[in-house]
């Protein structure tokens, strides 16, 4: 059975970081390609960060520069290091297996003064 637990959202102030991490169990966590998605409310999911099982990385454009996505293959885990957030970055973000398609259950993160 495949599952996707993310952790590490939370409330935070514009200019502040948070981190966020997804573990994956039930599968050969190296071989596949994961990404993170938000939606915010009113919204489409959008894609935020990808990473390929080679450890190649793509990001939208409004979080270059201030979004890390990362994995941990000996863990099972990939990792979103959000610096410098900002209200517009306010979203449930999700952790996909991507090919499968298999999601998370999505954590909140909200960016407020």
């Known amino acids: 059975q495949v599952r996707l637990v993310e952790s590490g959202g939370g409330s935070v102030q514009p200019g502040g970081s948070l981190r966020l991490s997804c573990e994956v169990s039930g599968i050969i966590f190296s071989w596949y390609s994961m990404g993170w998605y938000r939606q915010a409310p009113g919204k489409q999911r959008e894609l935020v960060a990808s990473i390929t099982s080679e450890g190649s990385t793509n990001y939208a454009d409004s979080v270059k520069g201030r979004f890390i996505i990362s994995r941990d293959n000996a863990k099972s885990t990939v990792t979103l290091q959000m610096n410098s957030l900002q209200p517009v970055d306010t979203a449930v973000y999700y952790c996909?297996?991507?090919?499968?398609?298999?999601w998370g259950q999505g954590t909140q993160v909200t960016v407020s003064s």
């Open positions: 996909n297996l991507q090919t499968l398609g298999f």
